[in-house]
C-alpha cells in the first residue's frame, strides 16, 4: 500500500514498537491479493501528476486519508487543494470503466491526527458505492485486519488494481494502532490513507487509516529491509469531527443565510479576527431542534475555511432551538481566544413567570467546548425585551455581557430601558447588575446598542442609534448617543450626532463598530440601504464615523451600478488581516439558486486606515472562486 516516504527515519528509543518506522507517502500499494468488487468505497487520489494516496468513501461526498498525503512538512493544507486532485471512487479495478472521478475541492485536516477529509465536487451516488461505516470501539490486541491500497506492489510502480492485506493488532495508543508484520502482505508508497478494516456480520467497518511502514518488499525499497511491521492512524471514536466537518452546509441543502446570526472574533488566539455563524437546521427526524457553530478562520488573504466547530446533534447536546438563541462573542474567560455566549430563551413557567439561561461555548483554539450554563434568571426575565452584546466594560481584559432591557412603560406612559451587565470573572459570570437606566422616555424598540471602546480608555462602552421618527416634512431623524463606562457603570448618555435636516432612515441602517483608521478609538461604521434604482439596482453604502469626537459620517464606499442587496447582508468586524486596523466581513444572502440549493459568501471590505478598498469575496458555499 502507498504511503508517504520521508527521506528520514522516525527514530526514537530502542524500546519503541517500531522505533525506524517509515512514513508511507504518496505513491505505494498493498502487495497482498487483489480487492472484491465489495471494496469499491475504497478510493484512489492523485495529486497533481506525481503522487497517489488512497482514501476511503466515508460520507457520500467525502473521503478520508492521510493529510501527510497532501503535506509533507506540516504546512496548513485547509481549504481548497494547492495542486489539482483527483478522487477515483467505485472503481477496485482501474483499467475498467465506472465509478465516479471527480475534482478534490476542499480539505479538511484532523487538528492533531494524520488524517484529512476530502471534499468532491458532487456526492457519489448509492449505486456507485455507498460509505464505508465507522467502527465504535478501537482494535483489540490480536484481532486481524484487513487493510487495502492503490499504492505500489513488490512489482509494480503504478498498479491498475486494488490490493488488501491481512495484519494482526500488536497494540494500540490513544491515536495509533501498531501492526505486525505480516508474511503476505506489505504496505507501501501509495497506500496512505488506505483502510483498516474489521467485519462484524458480514459489513465492514473502518477502524484506522494507513499510516507509516517498513515498507520491507516493495518496489523501489532497500532489498535488505524484511520488515513489514506498520502504524496506522485510528479513527474509531471520530464519528462526531466527521459529522461537524462534512455535515450540511449553505449550498448542500435548504438552509440559508437568513437562519444565521454572524460573530466576530479571535477564536484562535492567532492575532486576527475570525467569524463564527450559529446557524439554523430543519429539525432532526426525531423532532429535535437542531443548531450549529461554525468558525471561519480568517487569513490575511482569502484561503478561508468553514469548520463546523459544535452541533446540537453531533455533540449529544440534544435538541437546541436557534430561534431561542441570543449569540454574542467576546473573551470570557481572559485566555486570548475569543468565545460564544448565548441567551436562551426558556419561555414561561405555568406561574407565567419568564425563564432565561446564559450559556457559553469556550474556545479550545481549534473548535469550542460544549455549552456550560452560566446563569438562570431566579426572577421573570424576558428574553424577547433583551438586546445582549459583550464588551470588557470594567477593563480588567475579560469579556463581559451587557444587556439592553426594554422595561416597558412606566405609569406615565414613558418608555423604560435599562441596562444590565454580567461581570466575568473569568471561570463564571456575576449575578446581573443594574448599571443604567433612562433617566426620560427611551425607548427600547427605537433603539440599535453598538458595544466599543469610544474613548480608548481601554473599557466598552456604548454607542445607540436612536431613531427619532420623521418631521412633519417627511425628513426622517436620527441621533447617535454613547453610554461611557466608568468602570463601576456607565456615565448618563451623551448626544454624539444629529441627523438633522438631512433625512436618515433608522430602519435602513445597520451599525457596527470597530477601530477602522488603526488610532485605538473604535468608530462607528453604519450599512444603509440607499434603495434601488427604476433599473432594479439596490444600492447600499457604508458610512463612518471617527474617535469619540464623531465627526459626520463619511460615505466610504457605495455598490453604485453594481446592484447590492442590503436586506440579503450582515456585517461584522474586526482586524480579519492583523494588520491594526479594523475590517468590515459581510456575510451576503444569494438565496435559492435554480438548482434548488441555497447560496451565500462573506465579503471582505479591508481598511486601508482613511478608506476601505472595494468588497473582495473570501468565501463562498458553492465555492465560487473570488
Given at each position: 500500500?502507498?504511503?508517504?516516504?520521508?527521506?528520514?527515519?522516525?527514530?526514537?528509543?530502542?524500546?519503541?514498537?517500531?522505533?525506524?518506522?517509515?512514513?508511507?507517502?504518496?505513491?505505494?500499494?498493498?502487495?497482498?491479493?487483489?480487492?472484491?468488487?465489495?471494496?469499491?468505497?475504497?478510493?484512489?487520489?492523485?495529486?497533481?501528476?506525481?503522487?497517489?494516496?488512497?482514501?476511503?468513501?466515508?460520507?457520500?461526498?467525502?473521503?478520508?486519508?492521510?493529510?501527510?498525503?497532501?503535506?509533507?512538512?506540516?504546512?496548513?493544507?485547509?481549504?481548497?487543494?494547492?495542486?489539482?486532485?483527483?478522487?477515483?471512487?467505485?472503481?477496485?479495478?482501474?483499467?475498467?470503466?465506472?465509478?465516479?472521478?471527480?475534482?478534490?475541492?476542499?480539505?479538511?485536516?484532523?487538528?492533531?491526527?494524520?488524517?484529512?477529509?476530502?471534499?468532491?465536487?458532487?456526492?457519489?451516488?448509492?449505486?456507485?458505492?455507498?460509505?464505508?461505516?465507522?467502527?465504535?470501539?478501537?482494535a483489540a490486541a490480536g484481532e486481524e485486519l484487513t487493510k487495502a491500497g492503490f499504492g505500489r506492489t513488490k512489482t509494480e510502480w503504478v498498479p491498475n488494481k486494488l490490493h488488501t492485506g491481512t495484519f494482526t493488532v500488536a497494540s494500540t495508543t490513544a491515536t495509533d494502532v501498531n501492526l505486525n508484520g505480516?508474511?503476505?502482505?506489505?504496505?507501501?508508497?501509495?497506500?496512505?490513507?488506505?483502510?483498516?478494516?474489521?467485519?462484524?456480520?458480514?459489513?465492514?467497518?473502518?477502524?484506522?487509516?494507513?499510516?507509516?511502514?517498513?515498507?520491507?518488499?516493495?518496489?523501489?525499497?532497500?532489498?535488505?529491509?524484511?520488515?513489514?511491521?506498520?502504524?496506522?492512524?485510528?479513527?474509531?471514536?471520530?464519528?462526531?469531527?466527521?459529522?461537524?466537518?462534512?455535515?450540511?452546509?449553505?449550498?448542500?441543502?435548504?438552509?440559508?443565510?437568513?437562519?444565521s446570526q454572524e460573530l466576530s472574533g479571535d477564536f484562535d488566539g492567532d492575532g486576527k479576527t475570525d467569524t463564527a455563524v450559529l446557524h439554523k437546521y430543519d429539525p432532526t427526524s426525531t423532532g429535535a431542534k437542531h443548531t450549529a457553530l461554525w468558525k471561519f478562520t480568517s487569513t490575511a488573504g482569502i484561503?478561508?475555511?468553514?469548520?463546523?466547530?459544535?452541533?446540537?446533534?453531533?455533540?449529544?447536546?440534544?435538541?437546541?432551538?436557534?430561534?431561542?438563541?441570543?449569540?454574542?462573542?467576546?473573551?470570557?474567560?481572559?485566555?486570548?481566544?475569543?468565545?460564544?455566549?448565548?441567551?436562551?430563551?426558556?419561555?414561561?413557567?405555568?406561574?407565567?413567570?419568564?425563564?432565561?439561561?446564559?450559556?457559553?461555548?469556550?474556545?479550545?483554539?481549534?473548535?469550542?467546548?460544549?455549552?456550560?450554563?452560566?446563569?438562570?434568571?431566579?426572577?421573570?426575565?424576558?428574553?424577547?425585551?433583551?438586546?445582549?452584546?459583550?464588551?470588557?466594560?470594567?477593563?480588567?481584559?475579560?469579556?463581559?455581557?451587557?444587556?439592553?432591557?426594554?422595561?416597558?412603560?412606566?405609569?406615565?406612559?414613558?418608555?423604560?430601558?435599562?441596562?444590565?451587565?454580567?461581570?466575568?470573572?473569568?471561570?463564571?459570570?456575576?449575578?446581573?447588575?443594574?448599571?443604567?437606566?433612562?433617566?426620560?422616555?427611551?425607548?427600547?424598540?427605537?433603539?440599535?446598542?453598538?458595544?466599543?471602546?469610544?474613548?480608548?480608555?481601554?473599557?466598552?462602552?456604548?454607542?445607540?442609534?436612536?431613531?427619532?421618527?420623521?418631521?412633519?416634512?417627511?425628513?426622517?431623524?436620527?441621533?447617535?448617543?454613547?453610554?461611557?463606562?466608568?468602570?463601576?457603570?456607565?456615565?448618563?448618555?451623551?448626544?454624539?450626532?444629529?441627523?438633522?435636516?438631512?433625512?436618515?432612515?433608522?430602519?435602513?441602517?445597520?451599525?457596527?463598530?470597530?477601530?477602522?483608521?488603526?488610532?485605538?478609538?473604535?468608530?462607528?461604521?453604519?450599512?444603509?440601504?440607499?434603495?434601488?434604482?427604476?433599473?432594479?439596482?439596490?444600492?447600499?453604502?457604508?458610512?463612518?464615523?471617527?474617535?469619540?469626537?464623531?465627526?459626520?459620517?463619511?460615505?466610504?464606499?457605495?455598490?453604485?451600478?453594481?446592484?447590492?442587496?442590503?436586506?440579503?447582508?450582515?456585517?461584522?468586524?474586526?482586524?480579519?488581516?492583523?494588520?491594526?486596523?479594523?475590517?468590515?466581513?459581510?456575510?451576503?444572502?444569494?438565496?435559492?439558486?435554480?438548482?434548488?440549493?441555497?447560496?451565500?459568501?462573506?465579503?471582505?471590505?479591508?481598511?486601508?486606515?482613511?478608506?476601505?478598498?472595494?468588497?473582495?469575496?473570501?468565501?463562498?458555499?458553492?465555492?465560487?472562486?473570488?
Amino acid at each position: 500500500m502507498s504511503l508517504r516516504r520521508p527521506s528520514r527515519l522516525l527514530v526514537t528509543s530502542a524500546i519503541a514498537a517500531f522505533a525506524g518506522i517509515v512514513s508511507m507517502a504518496p505513491s505505494s500499494a498493498l502487495t497482498g491479493a487483489d480487492a472484491p468488487a465489495a471494496l469499491n468505497f475504497v478510493a484512489k487520489i492523485k495529486v497533481g501528476e506525481q503522487s497517489t494516496c488512497t482514501g476511503v468513501l466515508v460520507t457520500p461526498q467525502w473521503v478520508l486519508s492521510a493529510a501527510s498525503c497532501f503535506s509533507s512538512d506540516g504546512t496548513s493544507i485547509i481549504g481548497k487543494p494547492k495542486t489539482a486532485t483527483t478522487v477515483t471512487v467505485g472503481r477496485t479495478d482501474l483499467t475498467q470503466t465506472g465509478g465516479s472521478v471527480q475534482q478534490a475541492v476542499d480539505l479538511v485536516p484532523h487538528p492533531d491526527r494524520d488524517l484529512v477529509l476530502v471534499r468532491l465536487a458532487a456526492a457519489v451516488p448509492d449505486a456507485t458505492a455507498k460509505p464505508v461505516k465507522l467502527a465504535t470501539t478501537p482494535a483489540a490486541a490480536g484481532e486481524e485486519l484487513t487493510k487495502a491500497g492503490f499504492g505500489r506492489t513488490k512489482t509494480e510502480w503504478v498498479p491498475n488494481k486494488l490490493h488488501t492485506g491481512t495484519f494482526t493488532v500488536a497494540s494500540t495508543t490513544a491515536t495509533d494502532v501498531n501492526l505486525n508484520g505480516s508474511d503476505t502482505a506489505t504496505v507501501c508508497q501509495g497506500d496512505a490513507g488506505g483502510p483498516a478494516l474489521r467485519t462484524v456480520n458480514g459489513v465492514h467497518e473502518l477502524v484506522a487509516v494507513n499510516a507509516r511502514s517498513w515498507q520491507g518488499g516493495c518496489l523501489g525499497t532497500d532489498p535488505n529491509e524484511v520488515r513489514t511491521n506498520a502504524v496506522d492512524t485510528r479513527v474509531d471514536g471520530l464519528a462526531p469531527w466527521i459529522a461537524m466537518a462534512t455535515g450540511a452546509r449553505w449550498g448542500q441543502d435548504k438552509e440559508n443565510a437568513a437562519a444565521s446570526q454572524e460573530l466576530s472574533g479571535d477564536f484562535d488566539g492567532d492575532g486576527k479576527t475570525d467569524t463564527a455563524v450559529l446557524h439554523k437546521y430543519d429539525p432532526t427526524s426525531t423532532g429535535a431542534k437542531h443548531t450549529a457553530l461554525w468558525k471561519f478562520t480568517s487569513t490575511a488573504g482569502i484561503s478561508y475555511h468553514p469548520v463546523r466547530a459544535w452541533d446540537s446533534v453531533a455533540s449529544g447536546t440534544g435538541s437546541w432551538d436557534w430561534d431561542r438563541s441570543k449569540a454574542v462573542a467576546g473573551d470570557f474567560n481572559g485566555d486570548g481566544k475569543a468565545d460564544v455566549a448565548v441567551l436562551y430563551d426558556y419561555g414561561q413557567t405555568a406561574e407565567g413567570v419568564n425563564q432565561a439561561k446564559l450559556w457559553t461555548f469556550l474556545s479550545n483554539g481549534t473548535g469550542f467546548d460544549k455549552p456550560v450554563l452560566k446563569w438562570s434568571s431566579t426572577s421573570s426575565w424576558d428574553w424577547n425585551r433583551s438586546e445582549p452584546m459583550a464588551g470588557d466594560f470594567n477593563g480588567d481584559g475579560k469579556t463581559d455581557v451587557g444587556v439592553f432591557y426594554n422595561n416597558g412603560t412606566d405609569a406615565n406612559n414613558r418608555s423604560t430601558t435599562t441596562l444590565w451587565t454580567f461581570t466575568s470573572n473569568g471561570a463564571a459570570f456575576d449575578a446581573p447588575a443594574v448599571k443604567w437606566t433612562s433617566a426620560s422616555s427611551w425607548d427600547w424598540n427605537r433603539s440599535l446598542p453598538v458595544p466599543g471602546d469610544y474613548n480608548g480608555d481601554g473599557k466598552a462602552d456604548i454607542a445607540v442609534l436612536y431613531n427619532y421618527g420623521a418631521t412633519s416634512g417627511g425628513i426622517n431623524q436620527v441621533r447617535l448617543w454613547t453610554l461611557s463606562s466608568n468602570g463601576a457603570g456607565f456615565n448618563a448618555p451623551v448626544e454624539q450626532w444629529y441627523s438633522g435636516s438631512t433625512s436618515w432612515n433608522w430602519t435602513r441602517s445597520k451599525p457596527f463598530a470597530g477601530d477602522y483608521n488603526g488610532d485605538n478609538k473604535d468608530d462607528i461604521g453604519i450599512l444603509y440601504n440607499n434603495g434601488t434604482t427604476i433599473e432594479g439596482v439596490n444600492q447600499t453604502k457604508l458610512w463612518t464615523s471617527n474617535g469619540d469626537s464623531f465627526d459626520a459620517p463619511v460615505t466610504k464606499w457605495d455598490s453604485g451600478t453594481t446592484s447590492w442587496d442590503w436586506n440579503r447582508s450582515m456585517p461584522v468586524t474586526g482586524d480579519f488581516n492583523g494588520d491594526g486596523k479594523d475590517d468590515i466581513h459581510v456575510l451576503y444572502d444569494y438565496g435559492q439558486q435554480a438548482d434548488q440549493t441555497y447560496r451565500a459568501a462573506w465579503w471582505r471590505f479591508t481598511s486601508t486606515g482613511p478608506d476601505f478598498n472595494n468588497p473582495y469575496r473570501v468565501w463562498d458555499s458553492i465555492y465560487v472562486a473570488p
